[in-house]
């Protein structure tokens, strides 16, 4: 699975439409007119005005990336302006706004230069919603607002993590990712009676697939849950996951596989 299939089809390009705008809209009611040095438990380093700048930063550099075609440097989270508080709402919305309409306007289908090579507009799509699926978790420990998110929605956030994880070159944006060659060994995710999925970690690098889950060590919980333990939102010891088998792979496959 590298690089990724991405769906370019128009059912799926509109289901990673929705699924942005409503996670968007989420976040930004869990922190409208909050104050900016609210903590984030989830993120300790950022205050609450942090995390919103960057969300809203980053979906306008994903835009950015979709109208030029080309490689942009990452932008730093410190320096974003989301303004004051009680407009932190719309100037989220807008940035999502503006990634959607760039890919509308060029294609979701229309390749463009990614640190994993030629990749289309809609990768972008599916990177900022997976990313903000996530942030829409640090936002609510930090609101203290309810967060929830749909099984297919879940797993759309784990396969896309997964995919980052198992490109060749992601390993030049995060050198620790290399640390997770192995000899054959498995990890697994096992969303109750659902299919799974397979982590494989080879001399020349991880491959993943979806089916029966059976590995050398298996995290076993909701498919929410499961994407938050990925994500290191939640750890191994917590109540809503449990751990069967080498449970120092699944350590090992947490501290190496962030970013």
């Given at each position: 699975?590298?690089?990724?299939?991405?769906?370019?089809?128009?059912?799926?390009?509109?289901?990673?439409?929705?699924?942005?705008?409503?996670?968007?809209?989420?976040?930004?009611?869990?922190?409208?007119?909050?104050?900016?040095?609210?903590p984030v438990p989830t993120c300790p380093a950022w205050?609450?005005?942090?995390?919103?700048?960057?969300?809203?930063?980053?979906?306008?550099?994903?835009?950015?990336?979709?109208?030029?075609?080309?490689?942009?440097?990452?932008?730093?989270?410190?320096?974003?302006?989301?303004?004051?508080?009680?407009?932190?709402?719309?100037?989220?919305?807008?940035?999502?706004?503006?990634?959607?309409?760039?890919?509308?306007?060029?294609?979701?289908?229309?390749?463009?230069?990614?640190?994993?090579?030629?990749?289309?507009?809609?990768?972008?799509?599916?990177?900022?919603?997976?990313?903000?699926?996530?942030?829409?978790?640090?936002?609510?420990?930090?609101?203290?607002?309810?967060?929830?998110?749909?099984?297919?929605?879940?797993?759309?956030?784990?396969?896309?993590?997964?995919?980052?994880?198992?490109?060749?070159?992601?390993?030049?944006?995060?050198?620790?990712?290399?640390?997770?060659?192995?000899?054959?060994?498995?990890?697994?995710?096992?969303?109750?009676?659902?299919?799974?999925?397979?982590?494989?970690?080879?001399?020349?690098?991880?491959?993943?697939?979806?089916?029966?889950?059976?590995?050398?060590?298996?995290?076993?919980?909701?498919?929410?849950?499961?994407?938050?333990?990925?994500?290191?939102?939640?750890?191994?010891?917590?109540?809503?996951?449990?751990?069967?088998?080498?449970?120092?792979?699944?350590?090992?496959?947490?501290?190496?596989?962030?970013?």
């Amino acid at each position: 699975m590298t690089p990724p299939d991405i769906a370019t089809t128009a059912t799926a390009t509109a289901r990673l439409v929705d699924g942005l705008r409503d996670r968007t809209a989420r976040v930004a009611r869990a922190v409208a007119g909050r104050a900016p040095d609210t903590p984030v438990p989830t993120c300790p380093a950022w205050p609450l005005r942090t995390l919103v700048g960057h969300l809203g930063q980053e979906h306008r550099w994903a835009a950015e990336l979709v109208r030029s075609g080309q490689q942009l440097p990452p932008p730093d989270p410190h320096r974003a302006d989301p303004g004051p508080p009680d407009e932190w709402a719309e100037w989220l919305q807008q940035g999502a706004e503006e990634l959607i309409r760039a890919v509308r306007r060029v294609g979701a289908e229309r390749e463009s230069d990614t640190f994993a090579g030629p990749l289309p507009a809609a990768f972008w799509l599916r990177r900022m919603l997976a990313d903000t699926c996530v942030h829409h978790y640090d936002a609510a420990c930090a609101t203290a607002t309810a967060f929830e998110i749909a099984d297919d929605l879940a797993a759309v956030v784990i396969g896309e993590n997964l995919d980052l994880l198992t490109m060749p070159a992601f390993a030049a944006v995060r050198p620790a990712v290399a640390e997770l060659r192995g000899r054959g060994e498995q990890i697994g995710f096992r969303p109750g009676s659902a299919e799974g999925w397979v982590v494989t970690r080879r001399p020349g690098g991880l491959r993943w697939e979806r089916g029966p889950v059976e590995a050398d060590v298996v995290a076993s919980g909701s498919a929410a849950d499961l994407m938050l333990l990925i994500a290191r939102r939640i750890t191994p010891q917590d109540g809503r996951v449990t751990v069967t088998g080498d449970r120092a792979l699944l350590d090992h496959w947490l501290a190496h596989s962030a970013f």
